[in-house]
């Protein structure tokens, strides 16, 4: 789902892999100290939602999807 939906939309290509963490620069950055781990919200941190064509309820939704939920998307660069 999350390939065919916001990767997608935020051009973001090459996923190799789906994982789960809580706090993504404390468990990852961890492994070594070459890695820079950073995250965004899932929703939240690739569409500006202030934007006028967004939709009040869809705003609802990210706002628990990425904070209720702790729903993210990170990126590890090595």
Known sequence: ???KT???TAKIK??????AVSDAAKEIGTWSSRLQVTSRGYMLG????R????SGF???LARVGDNGMKMQI???RF
């Not at 690739?46 to 939602?49: E, G, K, R, S, T």
């Open 1 to 3: 789902m999350i390939a």
């Open 6 to 8: 916001w990767l997608k």
């Open 14 to 19: 090459d996923v190799g892999a789906y994982f």
């Open 46 to 49: 690739y569409n500006d939602l």
């Open 51 to 54: 934007d006028p064509s967004v």
């Open 58 to 60: 869809f705003r609802f």
């Open 74 to 76: 990170v990126k590890i």
